[in-house]
């Protein structure tokens, strides 16, 4: 078993997993979008391409595994699974699944600027599931930064109408924001529930392992949107879709390979941070990256950057610096406590 990672090294791997989540929060859904503005139209498709890019999760597996193998031999483990977890990290996966059909269709029919509606509700769901599943310790420095992050987000959400993309009906627009809000309910549940699982395993945690449930949920979550796939017969449509896209066929193809390369780095990066830290600060991360996703939409697909956009920027970064700063106050409460917390001393007589 490899052995139990340092404080340092801990902390290492957070800002690891939190750049690799910029990535995919980031991009995912710039490359999502531009697959459908662009004459993309399959949703199921579109949902698969999410989490399709498992397979990725192999090369760095290989190297953990080549490397272990080097130092004791023939006795190295391939993997580190066991058959209770497998079936959690499965069952996570079919979730996830469902999660990247509701996302999907959301975005599909829904501007990017409207993802604020995402990300206000899913940090919401994720601090009262942690609460309830996991129990989250809250303090006000967390609280704080939780309302800041809700407020900046749902003040995006003010002037969505302006963003409406054209010729879409009144249906449509309202049945993707439903699909989004549930979608956000959703993934607001799974990320406590990967947590749950990390504590609830009986078996140590180490980052290979976190790697080898990433690709099991990913693959049964690909199952899962493959089986929508079949019904919808998005496999018969790809190659008429691909010669009638208007960036053209090599293009097309090259927004697809894409979006399951980005999009894993979103599902890597969110498990990593749970590792690392907590599902609340996982929400929270992908909350402060909103702003980002709102300027990359106005630079890409020329949406509107209203004042409220500005506004959730302003409060966006506020509730980052809030949470971060009350972690590096607690933080260091604990390695120097003052008297009023360490233990009275008993007088002996």
């Known amino acids: 078993m490899e052995a139990q990672l340092s404080s340092n090294m801990r902390k290492a791997l957070l800002v690891l997993n939190c750049v690799i989540l910029s990535i995919g929060n980031c991009g995912g859904p710039m490359v999502m979008r531009l697959y459908f503005v662009r004459g993309g139209e399959r949703i199921w498709f579109s949902s698969w391409l999410e989490t399709a890019g498992w397979p990725l999760i192999l090369v760095p597996l290989i190297i953990t595994y080549i490397h272990r ?134 078996q140590a945690i ?64 969110a498990i990593g941070v749970i590792f690392s830290a907590s599902s609340l600060v996982c929400g929270i991360v992908i909350a402060v990256l909103l702003p980002v996703t709102e300027i990359l939409a106005v630079i890409f697909f020329q949406e509107k950057f209203q004042a409220e956009k500005g506004v959730s920027l302003a409060l966006s970064l506020w509730g980052f610096v809030s949470y971060f700063y009350g972690e590096i106050k607690d933080s260091k409460k604990k390695k120097n406590p003052t008297p009023e917390t360490e233990l009275p001393q008993t007088v002996n007589p």
């Open 69 to 202: 193998r080097t130092k004791q031999g023939s006795h190295a483990k391939l993997f580190f699974m066991k058959p209770p977890l497998f079936v959690a990290s499965a069952v996570i996966g079919v979730l996830t699944g469902f999660d990247d059909y509701l996302y999907a269709y959301g975005v599909a029919k829904l501007p990017v600027s409207t993802s604020a509606l995402i990300i206000a509700s899913q940090l919401a769901f994720t601090a009262a599931f942690a609460f309830l599943l996991v129990k989250q310790k809250f303090t006000s420095y967390s609280v704080n930064a939780i309302f800041l992050l809700s407020i900046g987000a749902g003040v995006l959400a003010l002037h969505t109408s302006s963003d409406r993309p054209a010729n879409e009906s009144n249906k449509e627009y309202y049945l993707g924001f439903v699909m989004t809000l549930a979608a956000a309910a959703l993934y607001g549940f799974i990320l406590p529930l990967v947590e749950l699982t990390y504590k609830k395993a009986k």
């Open 206 to 269: 180490t980052y290979s392992l976190v790697m080898e449930i990433q690709m099991v949920m990913c693959f049964f979550a690909t199952v899962f949107c493959t089986v929508g796939m079949l019904v919808n017969n998005d496999f018969q449509a790809i190659s008429r879709e691909a010669k009638e896209y208007e960036l053209g066929e090599a293009k097309y193809y090259l927004v697809v390979v894409w979006n399951g390369i980005i999009w894993q780095c979103f599902f890597l990066g």
